[in-house]
């Protein structure tokens, strides 16, 4: 377990800021891309996760939409985030449902977590390793979730694909605002996100990965690394994908689609999301 007495920087206060005054979160993964989001990541979590009741350890689990979905299919989840408001949130969804609720929830760091070594069976890091923009921290997260996993066990982590602003900027006729051909620029350079508060460029400070380096991160902090996947692929630059969504023919069309092209390497940049997957060794 970590000491008290080297602990990491602090999360960037806008970070911490930005999730904290719009409380963004609880709602996102509800609506418009977010839906698709949310499907694609449940249904890679049910595709790699042990079956329950395993341990999982959901690192920036957030307002504990992913935590409580597995706690009602039977996991023992704990939630740790960095930002004090989804802590209370995702308590609020755990007293909501009080047959199947959160083993536990704090306030914690990727980097550092306080938990004992090789004790749980999978770690999640569905958000953490965006957040954090030097390439020391992500790697100190992925090696903090490789000491808590038990010989053999599954690393989930999600990342940014570099080419988001650009594509979004494209598909959703952005590329004239002011200010947002500077932040897509930067953004292709060096991945590093620097946004702003008003729409389309309202989301805060990030690393956008090109979707090779996980696999590098990966090997980096011990971890095996298996295989990594586009979650929304294409599908989130769909200017009618609420229509599409709404539909039951339709939705399932798009869902076959994407998960027939989530591997193809050649297609990993298009996503929004992209999702490694890996083991302790």
């Known amino acids: 377990m970590s000491s008290d007495t080297d602990r990491p920087a602090p ?17 996102r993964l509800s609506r418009g891309r977010g839906r698709l989001e949310r499907a694609r990541t449940q249904e890679l979590l049910e595709r790699y996760l042990a079956p329950a009741p395993a341990v999982i350890l959901d690192v920036g689990g957030g307002p504990g939409v992913y935590a409580c979905w597995l706690a009602q299919r ?13 802590v209370e949130e995702a308590r609020l969804a755990s007293s909501q449902q009080p047959d199947h609720p959160l083993a536990s929830s704090a306030v914690g760091d990727a980097r550092q977590l306080d938990w004992p070594d090789e004790s749980v069976d999978a770690v999640l890091l569905l958000g953490p390793l965006y957040h954090l923009t030097e390439p020391t921290d992500r790697s100190a997260a992925l090696r903090e979730a490789r000491r808590v996993l038990r010989p053999g066990g599954l690393v989930l982590a999600v990342g940014i694909a ?8 494209l598909f959703q006729d952005c590329l004239d605002e002011p200010g947002y051909l500077d932040i897509m ?3 292709l350079a060096d991945g590093q996100h620097r ?11 990030a690393y956008l990965h090109r ?5 590098t991160e990966f090997a980096e902090a ?9 979650i929304e692929g294409v599908g989130w630059l769909l200017q009618d994908l609420d ?5 039951p023919d339709h939705r399932q069309r798009l869902l076959d689609l994407l998960r027939t092209l989530e591997a193809e390497p050649t297609m990993l940049g298009a996503s929004s999301h992209i999702m490694a997957v890996g083991r302790r060794r």
């Open 11 to 27: 999360i960037p206060a806008e970070i911490v800021a930005y999730y904290s005054t719009t409380g963004v979160e609880a709602a």
């Open 74 to 86: 039977g996991y023992t989840v704990h939630l740790i985030d960095a930002v004090p408001l989804h």
């Open 162 to 169: 570099r080419f988001a602003t650009a594509l979004y900027g």
């Open 185 to 187: 620029a930067r953004d």
């Open 195 to 205: 946004g702003r508060s008003e729409p389309p460029l309202n989301f805060t400070t």
């Open 211 to 215: 979707p090779e380096e996980l696999a």
């Open 222 to 230: 011990g971890l095996c690394h298996e295989t990594t996947l586009a």
């Open 243 to 247: 229509q599409q969504w709404a539909d």
